[in-house]
């Protein structure tokens, strides 16, 4: 890439909605790249492994005002050291993960936030809820009081045409509406992750309110 990170974010940031929350995603991007993107403005960073992130987050102490998102795939082993690494989880896929995460959180004393991953179109490469099975798990997640539920993150299966990508995100904004409408007292829905380097312009006329950009701020990963 020819232009600089300080460009590239000043860029991207000007072509969003001032609303819309800018995630870098910095998964396998050194500590060092990370402090420049900081001095650029971000202050959210997406990562998806714990080990990694652990060691970035000694590096950038100093750095106390980063919010750390955890995007990735969590395994239930690996859930304490999430909670405690990251404030934002965007990945919780299935309910035993929600309700070991609610038991956990009331155990350390923390209220993390968190979005539901859903799958409008089946896809053997992700994980998440179809659209019936978070439906019918709503009213247990509902009773996971010590996580503070934000709303909907989805991921479009691979190699779908734009006006696929277009129904996912925007079948998962009405899949939202359809359940801030059953007034959940603990289910709150005013957020949608979705957006990737590729997609996120879609997703933002779909009404996300976070993006999670990396390889379009960072360049492209191994
Ligand atoms: C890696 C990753 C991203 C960023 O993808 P880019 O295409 O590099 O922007 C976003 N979301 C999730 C869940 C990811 O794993």
Redesign the pocket.
């Known amino acids: 890439m020819n232009s600089s990170i300080d460009e590239r974010i000043a860029h991207i940031r000007s072509s969003l909605p001032p609303s819309v929350r800018l995630i870098a995603?910095s998964?396998q991007v050194p500590a060092e790249v990370i402090r420049l993107a900081y001095n650029a403005g971000i202050r959210d960073f997406?990562e998806?492994r714990i080990q990694e992130t652990a060691n970035k987050q000694v590096e950038l102490q100093d750095l106390s005002d980063i919010t750390w998102h955890f995007?990735?795939h969590l395994q239930s082993n690996k859930a304490k050291k999430a909670l405690e690494l990251f404030e934002w989880i965007h990945?919780v896929d299935n309910l035993k993960l929600a309700q070991r995460l609610n038991q956990l959180a009331q155990q350390l004393e923390v209220s993390p936030q968190v979005c539901l991953q859903v799958k409008i179109l089946p896809d053997p490469h992700k994980s998440g809820w179809s659209v019936p099975e978070l439906l019918a798990d709503l009213g247990e997640l509902n009773q996971c009081q010590f996580l503070q539920i934000q709303g909907l993150m989805t991921?479009p299966p691979l190699g779908l045409a734009e006006a696929e990508i277009v129904h996912v995100f925007n079948s998962t904004r009405q899949l939202a509406e359809e359940i801030q409408s059953q007034k959940l007292p603990n289910i709150h829905m005013q957020h949608l992750s979705m957006g990737?380097?590729?997609d996120y312009q879609l997703a933002v006329q779909a009404g996300a309110t976070m993006v999670?950009?990396?390889?379009?701020l960072f360049g492209d990963r191994n």
């Open positions: 995603v998964k997406g998806s995007i990735g990945s991921i990737m380097s590729g999670r950009l990396g390889t379009i």
